[in-house]
């Protein structure tokens, strides 16, 4: 596995290369910042890697952390490496080192910073990167900075600079971790095409780019209750539209009113998404039922919730009252309702109205 950025590549340090990676921090003009500008000896080879546990040598443990080296040309001239993944608190620390003054202050420290957090957001369930320098290491803290980090404050001989992940992705165009939505396709009809007075259809074409445009949709799940023949045509106009459809799994003989909804699968879908820690940044709910306010109150705990839209203002649950602006929008809103409706030539509006 290789990383590779603007100016420099990533490689994971093999264990067999751990006595050229104690040279490079032990010895190297860079490591006086780790220990002879503290009045440190460096340590010895046993107690460094007492600190430089195996899991950082190994590319089949990621979240117990691990080392790169950083290379341009192929010349390895440094190392930068994450701890073990605080997968609880979503958090992660870094550290880097240039082994020689000639190739400070080339961007390299930087390219390896920014290339390394993309790889950590990209590939774990993480909102926070910290990092710790000390604090007469001006050049290091400049190249901390380029890289989007922040003072968050001081230590007794370090400073604690942190990059956020919603930071990161508004400074950057490295990465784009984009938004999921699942559409609750029953509830979505029945407020809009078959609610009692001024019925609208949703053109799904237009809503799939809606979706995308507004909310940075990767991909958008429809969810029905089961399969039926007379529908096909529908199942295809939901696939042509750019969705991916999604049925509800149950015994044909289980069939009846109830069996449209699909909120338990919907529920179940996300959070195993979470469970397995899958990348994708929020997600988009459509429907107005309030079986998901538990799971949009979680979602929202989690930082992981952009919004849920309503198809029908009337018809929302109540649940949803005590429900931040912030979180919420009406599909029948006259400004959305204009750029998701089906439209309808004069004939076809005749037809419609049956004159």
């Not at 290369?17 to 490591?31: P, V």
């Not at 990209?122 to 909102?127: G, Q, V």
């Not at 049925?247 to 699968?265: C, L, Q, T, Y």
Request: net charge neutral; hydrophobic share 35%.
């Amino acid at each position: 596995m290789e990383i590779k950025g603007e100016k420099i590549v990533l490689v994971p340090i093999k264990p067999e290369e751990k006595d050229e990676f104690y040279k490079l921090a032990a010895e190297s003009e860079g490591s006086k910042f780790w220990y002879s500008d503290r009045g440190l000896a460096a340590p010895t080879r046993e107690a460094f890697f007492q600190d430089w546990r195996d899991g950082y040598f190994d590319t089949n443990l990621p979240e117990k952390g691990q080392c790169f080296w950083i290379t341009v040309d192929g010349e390895k001239i440094g190392q930068i490496n994450y701890n073990e993944i605080d997968l609880a608190g979503k958090q992660v620390e870094l550290d880097i080192i240039i082994g020689s003054e000639k190739n400070m202050g080339k961007g390299y420290g930087t390219d390896s910073l920014k290339i390394l957090i993309k790889y950590l957001f990209d590939n774990f369930a993480i909102n926070k990167i910290w990092i710790e320098p000390r604090a007469n290491n001006s050049r290091a803290i400049k190249a901390y900075e380029k890289a989007g980090f922040k003072k968050e404050g001081n230590l007794v001989d370090k400073v604690k600079f942190v990059i956020l992940r919603s930071g990161f992705l508004e400074k950057n165009d490295l990465i784009q971790i984009k938004n999921l939505a699942f559409v609750d396709g029953q509830n979505l009809y029945m407020n809009t095409a078959k609610k009692e007075g001024n019925s609208w259809k949703v053109d799904l074409a237009r809503f799939r780019v809606y979706l995308e445009k507004k909310y940075n949709v990767d991909k958008a799940y429809y969810f029905l209750g089961y399969v039926q023949e007379t529908n096909q045509e529908l199942y295809e106009e939901i696939q042509n539209a750019g969705f991916i459809l999604v049925f509800r799994e149950h015994s044909p003989a289980m069939i009846g009113k109830k069996k449209g909804n699909v909120d338990s699968d919907i529920i179940f879908n996300i959070m195993k998404r979470l469970y397995r820690q899958e990348t994708f940044n929020k997600v988009i709910l459509v429907s107005g039922d309030g079986d998901y306010k538990l799971l949009v109150d979680f979602l929202i705990e989690e930082n992981k919730f952009e919004k849920i839209l309503f198809p029908d203002r009337k018809y929302r649950s109540s649940l949803y009252k005590e429900l931040s602006n912030n979180y919420f929008a009406y599909l029948d809103d006259t400004d959305i309702k204009n750029k998701i409706a089906k439209q309808f030539n004069i004939n076809e509006k005749r037809g419609a109205l049956g004159s």
